[in-house]
């Protein structure tokens, strides 16, 4: 069974900084891509950053030089660094990932459980 599990968020003021950081865990044979999606109070689910297998990167045109995802492909943990945070950046983020895993042997989508950032003076 595979499992991601967010980590990293909190209060931070305006202009402040987090790391997020996503850890999948189970029989995986393949990690295909790795995103981190988010939902602000009130308002869809949007993707934030995405990072494929060969570490090519796309982001939303809103965070794009603020925010940066890495990955670790040993670790199977993908990291989004967010700097110049800004009150709209406030929401749950949800890592998501496609993955091929030993049960399943085919690409699924796997998602975390979420974790609150809170941009707020």
């Known amino acids: 069974q595979v499992r991601l599990v967010e980590s990293g968020g909190g209060l931070v003021q305006p202009g402040g900084s987090l790391r997020l950081s996503c850890v999948a865990s189970g029989t995986i044979l393949s990690i295909n891509t790795m995103s981190w999606y988010r939902q602000a109070p009130g308002k869809q689910l949007e993707l934030v950053a995405i990072?494929?297998?060969?570490?090519?990167?796309d982001y939303l045109s809103s965070v794009e030089g603020r925010f940066t995802i890495s990955g670790d492909n040993a670790k199977k943990t993908v990291y989004l660094q967010m700097n110049s945070l800004k009150f709209e950046d406030t929401a749950v983020y949800y890592c998501n990932a496609m993955i091929v895993a030993l049960g399943t042997l085919r690409e699924l989508d796997y998602w975390g459980q979420g974790t609150r950032v809170t941009v707020s003076s």
């Open positions: 990072i494929d297998s060969a570490g090519g990167t």
